[in-house]
Nanobody, 118 residues
Framework: EVQLQASGGGSVQLGGSLRLSCVVD????????IGWFRQAPGKEREGVSS???????????NSVKGRFTISPISSDNAKKTVYLQMDSLKPEDTAVYYC????????WGQGTLVTVSS
């Protein structure tokens, strides 16, 4: 059974930083992507960043480019760990952040709340 655990959310002020962690356990696939989506109140869920296992290729939403950095995938057998370093946070980054793992099937973890106040 694949399980995803997201953590690291919290409350910060404008310009602050947070680091989110995503641990994917029970994941035995060779070709996959791990990443983050977020959903702000009253808005649709949007992709934030992802990294692909095959070549380390990363992607970022335009709104977070230059401020967020996704780490390489750390792999320990069936357990994969990815971090999302979020710097220069803005109030519009306030959302529930969801960790995801994709390999044909899309797996979701529970969300972690990030609140940025001005």
């Amino acid at each position: 059974e694949v399980q995803l655990q997201a953590s690291g959310g919290g409350s910060v002020q404008l310009g602050g930083s947070l680091r989110l962690s995503c641990v994917v356990d029970g994941f035995i696939y060779d070709d996959y992507a791990i990443g983050w989506f977020r959903q702000a109140p009253g808005k649709e869920r949007e992709g934030v960043s992802s990294i692909r296992s095959s070549d380390g290729d990363v992607s970022y939403a335009n709104s977070v480019k230059g401020r967020f950095t996704i780490s390489p995938i750390s792999s320990d057998n069936a357990k994969k760990t990815v971090y999302l370093q979020m710097d220069s946070l803005k109030p519009e980054d306030t959302a529930v952040y969801y960790c995801t793992a994709v390999t044909g099937v899309h797996y979701w973890g529970q969300g972690t709340l990030v609140t940025v106040s001005s």
